[in-house]
């Protein structure tokens, strides 16, 4: 679809980022795409061997494979260890993010007291409160709104129509897709009298380096102390962190996930799209939560965990349902069961 | 609570929708209404037998009844094969989507390389970008965000603060609710060393025509093939479509529902509410997906696919849950006998 | 973070908020802080004898503690009968909500049919529609969209890209998160051979008094009467409220939570986080939904009721959910013998 601007050799590649050339290094690339739509100008990558008959029908101009298809096939080829991460490599360097174009939009709003770097572009309809600072290469899209003393990190991008409440800070590279909302309050109150007390929340939300959020998701402020987003985070979209989590560097968290309120996630955790955890729990460096599942309490060890009720053809499904309530009534069966019997009175 | 421009009477009904009139067809409707809320230029209902009574007592003018209805009560009246779907053709005769009110506000932005379409209301603070084309007809409220080269088709409706991102196609007539985003950078990538290296999304969202997508609802755009939206699907809120998904024409997707990425869903499937469906999956055309289910695998056959927890007050759920455990315990424990056992060295 | 600009005495806190005054009551207190973090200008709380331990090493100026604690530390204190509101009372005094900047930004745009209270605060680049009504007092942050003919009531605070569709109604000192979206079509009509038709939502969103929305949270608009929100009712982000739901008063509603068209919930219910309420069904007044619980069917009786799947490490869940697979064919089993069998022909 796009179409890029510059192309490289396959010896310019491998210069740049290793690996082994087979065939001629002068095979000129214009583009990454898959197998099976790839043209004479095009890279691919087989990554499994489920995919070596759609990489010997190719019209890639070259491919990118692992050691053990070296010799398999006799495109124009680089060979490394890991074919997926070159090949993504590969895609960011014909694809680089369009420079940011320097200057504030007439049809922007900033005011007097913000500062906004010379080199920042900020778009149509953008709005930057007092005391906000936007740091050098920042890309603003339309509609953004940067809330009074927040800080945008160097050569972070905001999609379109994103929210940083006042005080947050986002760190430098970050990506932030469309209608992200950083900082609103927390869900925290309490309950007098049957009705809610709300709690004024007076931390920030504090995000590293190099993050990436997706769109519509939300972060919560901290009630006190602040929630923290630490480096190398990346979060898919619609996923909701509640106030005073604290999110471990280089963790990745799918889709409609939910973390609740002052949840602690390790570094390098995977958070399956769907999952939840419930609030004030500790999870380890290095879980991995399988999609969907409901995590109640701690965990303290690296590992996969996964709660998922098996679905299945809706009849079926109806009959184990019926059958696991009948457990909870055996469980209770058997708790009297073990219970002390009062003795009956007058009988024998 | 709005008040219609126009009245029919049922004799023009009937020419226009079909049916079978009973009762003086000069009487004459102005708005659609429930049974029990209905006065006399009003018009209601009745689908299921539950709502009899409902009818008999029923202050509407007139009654949408279906064959075994027909003479049950006295009201003027139309019989129809389908109550439900005449009493909406009805509704929307009355309640015609307003007309777009043709030009480009003053304090909307469009750049200059932009095509708009005479007949379109682009509303204020909209910002459209260079190279997009929007179609005759087309009403964008108030902060949408139109990408670079985008293309939203004929007679489209964008509700306030959509973002549709650069190079993505919406068809014609779509109805787009506010805060939904289209095109946002999918969550595609590779780990290296635990370092997430992104993907660079080149691929685009298209929406074919006839789509309705509900507020805040979220679709990736492809990493290097598009995400495909085919003809008249309908989406609720808050809705996440993973990149490189195709969703098949007519299938209806209820909210909160999350559909990983590279899945492919049939034609006429209903996806419940809440329902997961994990990444490079198919499922076949006619799938009804109940809802919070979670779909793990494909689906090949049409029919109705369930999983659900069944709830129950919480002690007796606690009781069901601690036998669920001990299933996978007797699980292990069967695994374990059947295993051959390592004789016993010394001992006999 | 935050400094605020007035300080109180310990005195002035016990003669507006009540409770028993320990030690001197000139203590002067700026800010609230949680107990491992404050210090002498600060005021803490002990709500939970598990935090005892951290109450006797904080450097806090004074402590808000409970009855059971009253003795326990010689630091100036104020003794309650419940600490966490009290605290959150104080919290709400040193922190208050910024009064409204009253006036219309020159950047915004308000339509010449509108009504603005001369105490409202018009953010730059919001849009209001012919006919709506802005009460003394509100906030409408950057962005925010205000329908035709919809009213939000005095002292309303809408954050950023805030959407309220045409006729909606908000009460009087809501707080709305950014991006919420009030008044979208609900998801409402009828497949008549195999095309969906859309029923034309002509019902309204009205939202009672004391509300608070969370970011990104949807609340569909009734299709003929309306949805309603009552009075005191809180909401976190990411929740989708269906068409003509009712949630009763001083409800609580978790993240993630999604509600079906028409259900009914009573008052001073606790909906959990990521909780499925069906649509068509009403729940109890006072009634407790686990987080991710799914409520199939009407719930009469107040109480606490849960539906989730036990999470574990993966292999041992893989058995489980093998195991609850057998149970569905167990039942199977079972009711198959219990079917009258047909005779076997010519055997015996």
Not at 144 to 152: D, L, V, Y
Not at 250 to 258: K, L, P, Q, R, W
Request: hydrophobic share 40%; aromatic share 4%; with cysteine.
């Amino acid at each position: 679809m796009n179409s890029t601007a510059r192309t490289f050799q396959l010896r310019e590649l491998v210069a740049r980022f290793g690996g082994e050339l087979r065939g001629p290094g002068e095979v000129r690339i214009r583009q990454v795409a898959p197998l099976d739509a790839a043209g004479p100008e095009e890279i691919a990558y087989l990554a499994r061997s489920a995919f070596r008959k759609a990489a010997a029908g190719t019209g890639a101009g070259a491919l990118i494979v692992a050691e053990r298809d070296a010799d398999r096939f006799d495109r124009p080829r680089i060979v490394v260890a890991d074919p997926h991460a070159y090949f993504i490599k590969v895609a960011a360097l014909l694809n680089p993010a369009p420079e940011p174009q320097a200057g504030v939009h007439p049809m922007a709003w900033v005011h007097p007291q913000a500062q906004v770097a010379p080199s920042a572009e900020v778009a149509a309809f953008v709005s930057i409160g007092a005391g906000a600072w936007i740091g050098e290469g920042v890309r603003l899209g339309p509609g953004c709104r940067i809330g009074a003393h927040a800080r945008i990190g160097e050569h972070s991008r905001l999609h379109a129509n994103v929210t940083i409440y006042d005080h947050c800070i986002v760190g430098r590279r970050a990506v932030m897709n469309a209608g992200c909302v950083i900082g609103s309050d927390g869900f925290g109150g309490a309950l007098e009298n049957g009705r809610w007390l709300k709690m004024p929340h007076i931390g920030r939300v504090v995000i590293g380096d190099d993050v990436e959020i997706g769109a519509n998701t939300t972060i919560d402020r901290g009630a006190m102390a602040d929630t923290v987003i630490e480096d190398g985070v990346k979060m898919d979209n619609l996923i909701q962190i509640g106030h005073n989590c604290r999110i471990g560097a280089h963790t990745t968290i799918a889709a409609c996930a939910g973390i609740a309120g002052s949840a602690h996630i390790g570094s390098g955790c995977m958070i399956g799209g769907a999952s939840r955890i419930v609030g004030h729990v500790h999870i380890a460096d290095g879980v991995h939560v399988s999609p969907a599942t409901v995590v109640t309490r701690g965990i303290e060890a690296p590992g996969r965990y996964t709660g998922i009720y098996p679905f299945s053809e809706h009849r079926e499904w109806l009959r184990g349902a019926v059958q696991l309530r009948r457990l909870s009534e055996t469980g209770e069966a058997a708790k009297e069961r073990s219970r002390p019997r009062p003795k009956a009175k007058g009988t024998r």
